[in-house]
């Protein structure tokens, strides 16, 4: 019996749902209310999320473990509980799928190491180790069980020192021409909406 995409990309569409739940979260972590509401509709809104999830990619699953890492590491901050180590494995989970983020797991573990919080950095790190260290050994034992992922990421590194392209992903601009609700969502008039907008945004958070 063949592969059912249908009931994949029906996975898909649930799991992004999900996921403008997990904005609303966590925009409330650090927002008010009114904030997070209209976070998650901003998310529920986003056109490439919308793209991305009938398309047959790791965008949703990776988006998914980026909100849920982001929210437990917020909370155990905010609550200074000792779940830092529950968090270390959500994040190691996001690094399997979503390997650009390495330098954002570093920069956090470095930057509990300045505040001194020595235990949680610990704990945070033993958590993200232990499940890159379970891939690893998964990876020597099934060398192709974890692609595209870890073994990935190592390739991607090498095309980012070595400054060539790596084109994988799909152009959501293209797809608006055969969907009016993209159309409606996604343009392009010498500002890229919402790509040219995000951007900016993002930058600004940093």
Not at 8 to 21: P, W
Not at 66 to 78: D, E, F, P, Q, T
Not at 141 to 168: C, M, N, Q, V
Request: hydrophobic share 55%; charged share 10%; aromatic share 10%.
């Amino acid at each position: 019996a063949g592969t059912d995409f249908a009931l994949v990309r029906g996975i898909q569409v649930v799991l992004g749902a999900c996921n403008c739940v997990l904005v609303w979260s966590l925009a409330q972590c650090a927002f008010s209310s009114r904030v997070a509401v209209a976070a998650g509709l901003a998310a529920a809104l986003y056109g490439p999320s919308i793209y991305f999830s009938g398309e047959l990619r790791p965008t949703v699953l990776s988006t998914s473990l980026v909100l849920l890492s982001l929210i437990a590491l917020s909370r155990a901050l905010v609550s200074e509980s000792r779940s830092f180590f529950l968090s270390g494995l959500l994040l190691g989970l996001t690094l399997l799928a979503q390997w650009s983020l390495s330098l954002f797991a570093l920069a956090t573990v470095v930057w509990m190491l300045i505040r001194k919080d020595h235990g949680a950095a610990g704990r945070l790190a033993v958590g993200i180790g232990a499940v890159l260290l379970s891939a690893l050994l998964w990876s020597s034992w099934k060398p192709d069980a974890i692609e595209p992922g870890l073994a990935e990421g190592f390739h991607r590194l090498y095309y980012l020192w070595h400054g060539s392209e790596f084109l994988t992903e799909l152009d959501p601009y293209f797809a608006r021409q055969h969907s009016s609700l993209l159309a409606a969502l996604l343009w392009d008039a010498g500002l890229a909406f919402p790509s040219g907008v995000i951007a900016p945004l993002a930058l600004v958070a940093i």
